[in-house]
């Protein structure tokens, strides 16, 4: 909480964060150490939500903290980063692929977001789109090597073994992978098989 820019905001009398009654309150109850700490415990969770706010709204703010949190420890700053990435792999899978598709000049590479290939993976059950199992991959239908976009509607889940066999291979014969992956003798369809000629 930037309690100082809070009491400047007061000063200056603008309603900058659209909250004034609460800002008021807070400050009335916080100039007084003791009622101060009974008031944080009373309202924790609208404090809270307060201070998110604030700090959605002032990300330079945010920046400068951390910058100066790196500068003091910067072993504890890498290590808790290492901890947030562990724990949310979808962000640097996210990365990844934005990264891939712009290495390629892919159309749409900073267009996708989590939410709209969520979308994607959910409109096919989260299931292979060429035979059915469960989906461990994003296809790009048309693949980035051969010029395909990351607009949405050019992914699809897939699963490993489908990937394999299709890989970057284009144009492709959709009907005929399908057919392939059915009889189990063809697991490991030829991808020139199935390169459209
Ligand atoms: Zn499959």
Sequence with gaps: MNWDALKQSDLDGDDIYGM??????MLAALINREKGREYSSNNREKMNAYSRKWQREHPEYGREKARQRYARNPEYSREKARQWYRAHPE???????????????AAGADYLTQEKLDARWDYYGRKCYLCGADATATDHVKPLARGGAQWPCNLRPICKRCNSIKHATWPYDFEKHRELVKQEGKRCAKRSELCVK
Excluded at 20 to 25: K, W
């Design 20 to 25: 004034r009654d609460f800002e008021n309150e």
């Design 91 to 105: 962000v640097s899978r996210m990365r990844e692929k934005t990264r891939r598709a712009r290495e390629f000049n």
